[in-house]
């Protein structure tokens, strides 16, 4: 099985700056998926960005971007100009086959 | 918008009663998972399918069952519910491989059971 960690198990964050949530990976395959999603409190799991390995350039979505690293397997999401909204779990995902999910990084944003 | 919805938020039920968890996705996806989520543990997935009738086991499969009778509709089924199954409970569906979205997974609002 493929194995996903998650070495940051709460961080917090001054509004309107970045912080960066790393995310490492064990797998053997070459081609895979990785997302990263946001659960914030009391509320729906939501999709927040999107990689596939066999593609170099980073994934961006607006103020998220990720740094992916396929030969070190790091696949670290990066939120700019953080917003009081962002306060959330974090979760990474690899997926081949299934999903396999990391324990999360607990996010809060502070004013 | 994709919507994912399980039949309830909270659930409380007894040491050995049958427990049932219904989720239903209106966005015509082949595949759907069910997930436990714990504090600490992250996601683990119990079970999942790719078409009616169709089931595998995820990583944590024992104590539970599945149903998927129409596409729609992914039941989860807890036989006989002891207190190390409360838990919250979380459906996703997604689309096959092919397509900008490929196995993006769509989240229902989660199920907190509670056994006593």
């Known amino acids: 099985a493929q194995t996903v960690t998650q070495s940051q198990p709460e961080m917090s964050v001054q509004e309107a700056e970045t912080v960066t949530l790393s995310c490492t990976y064990d797998?053997?395959?070459?081609?895979?998926?990785l997302f990263w999603y946001k659960q914030p409190p009391s509320r729906q799991m939501i999709l927040v960005i999107r990689q596939e390995a066999y593609k170099q350039q980073n994934a961006t979505e607006n103020r998220f971007s990720v740094n992916f690293q396929k030969a070190a397997k790091s696949f670290s999401l990066k939120i700019s100009d953080s917003q009081l909204g962002d306060t959330a779990m974090y979760f990474c995902a690899f997926m081949k086959n299934q999903f396999y999910f990391g324990t999360g990084t607990s996010l809060t944003v502070i004013p | 918008d994709v919507k994912v919805t399980q039949s309830s938020r909270y659930l409380v039920k007894r040491t050995g009663e049958k427990v049932f968890l219904e989720c239903v996705q209106d966005m015509d996806h082949e595949n759907m998972f069910w997930y436990r989520q714990d504090p600490g543990l992250g996601l683990r997935l119990i079970y999942f399918?790719?078409?009616?009738?169709?089931?595998e086991k995820g990583d944590i499969p024992e104590g539970y069952s599945v149903s998927r009778e129409k596409k729609e509709r992914f039941s989860l089924i807890l036989e006989s519910a002891s207190t190390n199954q409360t838990s919250m409970y979380l459906c996703a569906s997604s689309s096959p491989a092919g397509g900008e979205t490929s196995y993006e997974q769509y989240f229902g609002p989660g199920t907190r059971l509670t056994v006593t």
């Open positions: 797998t053997s395959e070459n081609n895979y998926y």
């Open positions: 399918s790719y078409d009616v009738k169709m089931k």
